[in-house]
């Protein structure tokens, strides 16, 4: 038994060398089947959509805008508030001249 596993071994290795050359072959042409090509055309329309989100996505609000637009609308709020007190003020005041 022990002369033959040298041999056993070259062949288990011969077997795995063959094997794994097939599983090579195999992958290989598995790309040139329809659903390899249907993949590759999905993956692509993926891209294609993909770019336009890019792109779109371009000229959407960033935090810094919306934090920028809340402290304006909050300064105008003040504004108004201010001015319609005045306004008040000034129809009391006239009110109070009749």
Do not use: C, F, N
Request: aromatic fraction near 2%; hydrophobic fraction near 50%.
């Amino acid at each position: 038994m022990s002369e033959a596993l040298p041999y056993l071994s070259l062949i288990v290795a011969v077997s795995a060398v063959l094997i794994s050359g097939l599983v090579a072959l195999r992958s290989g042409r598995w790309r040139e089947t329809d659903e390899a090509r249907q993949m590759a055309e999905d993956i692509e329309a993926l891209s294609d959509r993909l770019a336009v989100l890019e792109t779109s996505m371009k000229s959407v609000a960033t935090k810094e805008d919306v934090s920028r637009l809340t402290a304006e609308v909050k300064g105008l709020e003040k504004i108004a508030a201010l001015t319609q007190a005045g306004v008040a003020r000034m129809e009391s005041h006239m009110m109070g001249m009749r």
